[in-house]
């Protein structure tokens, strides 16, 4: 090289060396469906923490009043409210009757709307009483549970035995007796001093109220009944329309009432609920091992 002439230099550039070696990515496996097995497979999770203690075979079920009262609940709250419909479906049923009474004074009316007017009036009157009977049944087996409930609750016996509730729901204890039993129960669901006079709450006024109007309005249709003329029988409608009206808002009250002594016997906060996982189940029998094939792969 001569001096004073420039130096020939050549450049090569190349890539940076990566920090983690490079890998082609791995195209995902398409889904083919579940995995299937040559045979029915051995192992999986146990059943024990999905099941209650009582579904254990070999132990004694022991399940208390007041769960047993909310299970009714439920039960005579949603008979109840197919009673309250069944029953708005009677009251709009004679409503219609009605009208057209009032029509056919100075109309002609047609064939067709009064066999549909008819046949309304039939299924309806046919619906409400089963379901009411049905809900009413419910109910009842609901009150014995509740009281059963209150008495666990307080540690004392309620303040008359059973047959006499039973009694008290025959024509003229009825107007009475359900509501000064539902009033005690309330009491002790309060957990108010048994020495203290029981006093019925708002609620529980407004339906021993309707209650009775309920009764009240259904023994005069009753008799209503068995009146003759056209005047008679166009009361009759207008009385099995106020009798379904208010046979509604007794499901509905009934329903409140229901909830609203369930809630103070049995309070239920979802909030503060958790899972409940079983730890051991006392008293249940061995379970007897089943011997494995010799011809099954693990």
Not at 154 to 174: H, M, S
Not at 237 to 247: E, F, G, H, M, Q
Request: charged residues 15%.
């Amino acid at each position: 090289m001569r001096p004073g002439r420039p130096m020939a230099v050549d450049w090569v550039a190349s890539p940076p060396v990566p920090v983690r070696p490079y890998r082609e990515p791995r195209r995902q496996p398409r889904y083919t469906g579940p995995p299937s097995y040559p045979a029915p497979p051995r192992w999986g999770l146990p059943a024990l923490p999905w099941r209650w203690q009582v579904t254990v075979p070999g132990t004694v079920p022991r399940v208390s009043p007041a769960e047993r009262m909310r299970v009714l609940a439920g039960t005579a709250t949603t008979l109840l409210w197919v009673t309250a419909l069944a029953c708005g479906l009677a009251a709009v049923a004679e409503l219609w009757r009605y009208v057209m009474l009032l029509i056919s004074r100075s109309a002609v009316l047609s064939y067709g709307w009064l066999k549909a007017s008819d046949a309304l009036v039939i299924t309806a009157g046919v619906l409400a009483p089963v379901t009411a009977l049905v809900a009413g049944t419910a109910t009842v087996l609901w009150l014995l549970r509740a009281r059963q409930a209150a008495a666990e609750a307080t540690d004392r016996a309620p303040a008359r035995p059973d047959w006499q509730v039973l009694l008290g729901l025959l024509p003229g204890p009825n107007l009475s007796v359900p509501g000064s039993t539902l009033t005690e129960l309330e009491h002790a669901a309060l957990g108010e001093p048994a020495d203290r006079r029981p006093s019925p709450s708002r609620l529980l006024r407004i339906w021993w109220v309707t209650w009775a109007a309920g009764l009240l309005l259904a023994a005069v249709t009753l008799l209503w009944g068995l009146r003759s003329g056209v005047q008679a029988q166009a009361d009759g409608v207008v009385l099995r329309i106020l009798t379904d009206s208010v046979a509604v808002a007794v499901a509905v009250l009934s329903v409140k009432v229901v909830a609203s002594i369930t809630a103070l016997l049995s309070p239920l906060d979802n909030a503060a609920a958790h899972r409940m996982l079983v730890v051991r189940v006392e008293g249940a029998p061995t379970p007897q091992r089943r011997p494995r094939a010799t011809t099954h792969r693990r």
